[in-house]
């Protein structure tokens, strides 16, 4: 007992003090991409084509990046001779709208906005959520388990995962929605009474991700189900993840 | 060795075809078996197309040579098999008539494993009609029956949040009789899209083929390209991708520990380790951007180099990471209520290990050495050694120390490397195409265990096979053995000490 309490002095206390502080990320950290359009020549396409999932498109000069589906991997930036795509170090990237990911190089990032006042006035201040890997690869599982550690604790802004159904106000799906997963996906928002959120995180969830086109896989859970968040990355890094879930409650504006 | 019956093979030399018997099915048979007996092991089986038919490859592990020996031979549409005289063959049996249609007469329990089409149009290893529908483990179980005794069902979806498989045990009251693990529900189709014109895709399947593997199933691919194309790593890079894998082994283990405690309530080091194992993933991320090392290695090298800044970040956060998992390490292993929870509990024999062909830590802790990085290195492991660590009980409380030692090894060899690191270039571009009609065995040891990829190549130097093997395919049947005659409400704390993977199974 008095090893338990010394280790427990010894470690500290280690909660982040997020959304007040951001920890700082990783030097090499790829967040929200930023492309500055005036720089790019009418007809180059090198981004596109170093893209693996055909997250980008150029047509018309005009450049269009999906976050929907896109890895991070950072291969269009290193591809492009001209420097005009940029990955930031800007960690909140989860929105409401699916085309809301559908970055231009125009306008304001379109961050979430809380669910509606009604439903908010449902909740209270919990939000309960039962988390299904659909043919996700254990690394936005991880990434979303991470946040019920003792680093973000999750249950402070009252938001937890449960493990049935019954009691949660929502879902959280990882992955690109096998077929396989199909129907227990479905009987599991079955199972969840209303309002029922979906929550999309990660690309694979979002879109189908590097598995679209692949016909074991349907193409995210946007083609089962209604989203009222998403959250792009591959896997979202857990404050991503986090910023999502504190703005859809309204803790975070 | 009697290498008429074989092609002798080494992780990461390429064989020419030509090279690998291809003998009758009879003999084909009699020596898979037999070494197989001899205390040799099949690292893989599968088929790989040939004409217009499947040619079957089998990749034995004799325990003492360092190497491998490849036979061939031609099943046609159906064959003896191979499972009633060698138990490790089973699921590569299963899974050879899941993709191929062929039929192995004889197998005592021929179900599909992952539950899709088969990859030969109008070949179907159950008879079943392209519009019948497949779903998963709508199949037959082994059932028990008799009075007071139960089924229980557990999945696809589980409590937590994990990865999506269902499993069935025959219980006499509290007690396990049977459990069968029916799979496939995170079957996204990866390898078959990894033959052919070459998929700007290839390198970010393999790292998400298991995601929490990502370095691990990553330098497999990287190491089995290299080989094909000839392309030299300096020994800088080798040294990068050997502190990758032992971060992502170092992360894993201070993970599974932490659950392991939390299972048996103690969660002092619950809590911990989970604060801890995200320290370690972001000492990946320091150096590649991503916690879990995605884009860090390529052909030929790494994406990523390490400055002399980072190489200090990254010592100093070593340092003081793992000065915290030792304490939470040693406050897990002092307390007697925890071992007692952990010892004889889900034990296995290192015969049942040895039968059933178990790799990385679960052999381990059946006191089997069982490890690529001492029995067949490749990359930085052929210059420096990771002493093995074993225990010889077979049960949780081996597998958890086993992990222990894993991180007191591992923590060393990433420190050393960081202090030590040589100069070089971070990467060569791959200049060559792959030699043609060729095999390569590349094998890697994951933080779960033995990866294997084998890679073969048409006459245009394209991939026409990839056959990828996780340790979990090995695993999972050694996790339901440990169930037998243990209590149903010990599946969990057993469950989380082999932790296997889902979706490096389902693929
Ligand atoms: S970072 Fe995204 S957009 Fe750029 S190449 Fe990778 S997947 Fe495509």
């Not at chain 1, 999750?154 to 077929?179: C, E, K, N």
């Not at chain 2, 499993?167 to 996204?188: P, T, W």
């Not at chain 2, 070593?318 to 004889?344: I, K």
Request: aromatic share 8%.
């Amino acid at each position: 007992m008095i090893g338990a309490l010394l280790a427990r002095l010894s470690q500290g206390y280690r909660t982040l003090k997020y959304p007040e502080e951001t920890p700082p990320l990783s030097g090499r950290y790829r967040g929200l991409p930023q492309f500055d359009g005036t720089r790019c020549p009418a007809d180059c396409t090198v981004c596109s084509g170093a893209c693996p999932t055909g997250a980008i498109t150029r047509s018309e000069g005009k450049t269009r990046l999906d976050l929907g589906t896109c890895l991070f991997c950072g291969q269009c930036a290193a591809a492009c001779p001209e420097h005009a795509l940029t990955f930031s170090r800007e960690h909140r990237m989860a929105v409401r709208q699916r085309d809301g990911l559908v970055l231009d190089g125009a306008g304001p990032f379109p961050h979430a906005a809380a669910l509606e006042p009604g439903l908010r006035r449902l909740l209270g201040r919990s939000l309960r959520l039962r988390e299904v890997s659909a043919g996700g690869c254990n690394a936005c599982e991880a990434d979303t388990n991470v946040l019920s550690t003792i680093s973000y604790d999750l249950a402070r802004f009252g938001i937890q995962f449960v493990a049935s159904p019954r009691h949660a106000d929502g879902l959280l799906v990882t992955g690109p929605v096998t077929r396989n997963m199909e129907t227990a996906l479905m009987k599991t928002y079955e199972a969840i009474p209303e309002p029922n959120v979906v929550i999309a995180a990660g690309a694979c969830a979002i879109s189908g991700g590097m598995f679209s086109g692949h016909d074991e896989v349907v193409r995210g859970v946007g083609e089962l189900l209604p989203v009222d968040l998403f959250v792009p990355g591959c896997p979202p890094h857990p404050l991503t993840i986090l910023d999502g879930l504190l703005r859809l409650i309204g803790r975070v504006r | 060795m009697n290498t008429a019956c074989g092609a002798q093979a080494f992780n990461c030399i390429p064989v020419h075809l030509s090279e690998i018997p291809v003998l009758s099915l009879a003999l084909f048979r009699e020596h898979v078996v037999r070494r197989v007996a001899e205390n040799g092991r099949l690292v893989s089986l599968f088929g790989s197309p040939c004409g217009s038919g499947v040619r079957l490859y089998a990749v034995l592990g004799t325990a003492d040579s360092g190497g491998f020996t490849v036979l061939a031979a031609d099943p046609g549409d159906r064959y003896p098999a191979l499972t009633p005289d060698c138990a490790q063959a089973s699921w590569f049996e299963r899974e050879i008539a899941e993709q191929w249609g062929i039929r192995p007469d004889g197998h005592p329990w021929l179900k599909p494993l992952r539950f899709h089409r088969s990859w030969r149009a109008g070949h179907d290893a159950w008879g079943r009609g392209p519009g019948e529908p497949i779903e998963p483990s709508v199949t037959e179980f082994y059932r028990v029956e008799g009075e007071e005794v139960h089924e229980v069902a557990v999945g696809p979806v589980h409590a937590g949040i994990i990865e999506p498989g269902h499993f069935r045990f025959q219980c006499h009251g509290e007690n396990v009789m049977h459990l069968e693990i029916s799979l496939g529900y995170q079957h996204r189709g990866i390898e078959r899209r990894l033959t052919g014109e070459p998929s700007p895709r290839i390198m970010h399947y393999l790292e998400a083929l298991a995601g929490d593997t990502s370095i691990g199933h990553g330098l497999a691919y990287c190491q089995g390209m290299e080989a094909l194309t000839r392309t030299p790593v300096s020994f800088r890079a080798e040294e990068i991708r050997g502190i990758a894998l032992e971060l992502e082994r170092l992360a894993n283990h201070a993970g599974d520990l932490g659950a392991l405690s939390g299972d048996v309530g103690y969660l002092p080091t619950a809590s911990f380790c989970g604060r801890l194992r995200g320290d370690l993933l972001n000492i990946t991320a320091l150096a590649c951007g991503n916690r879990f090392g995605r884009g860090w290695l390529r052909p030929g090298g790494v994406a990523w180099d390490l400055t002399p800044d980072l190489l200090g970040q990254m010592l100093d956060r070593l340092d003081r990471t793992s000065r915290d998992l030792n304490g939470a390490l040693e406050l897990l292993f002092n307390s007697p209520s925890v071992m007692a929870r952990f010892e004889e509990t889900g034990a296995l024999t290192p015969a049942l290990c040895q039968e059933l062909g178990l790799v990385g830590v679960a052999a381990r802790a059946c006191n089997v050495g069982r490890d690529v990085r001492f029995e067949r290195p490749a990359g930085i492991y052929r210059f420096v050694s990771i002493p093995l660590t074993t225990w010889p009980t077979g049960d949780v409380f081996a597998r958890a120390q086993v992990r222990r030692g894993e991180i007191r090894q591992s923590t060393h060899f990433i420190r050393q490397r960081l202090e030590e690191l040589s100069e070089g270039s971070a990467c060569t571009a791959p200049a060559r195409r792959p030699v043609a009609d060729s095999l390569v065995i590349s094998l890697v040891e994951g933080w779960r265990g033995e990866i294997c990829h084998a890679i073969i190549t048409g006459a245009d130097g394209r991939i026409a096979r990839y056959k990828v093997v996780d340790p979990s395919f090995h695993n999972w049947m050694g996790l339901a053995l440990a169930l037998r005659g243990q209590q149903i409400s010990d599946f969990p704390l057993c469950n989380k000490s082999f932790n296997l993977s889902y979706c490096g199974f389902d693929l």
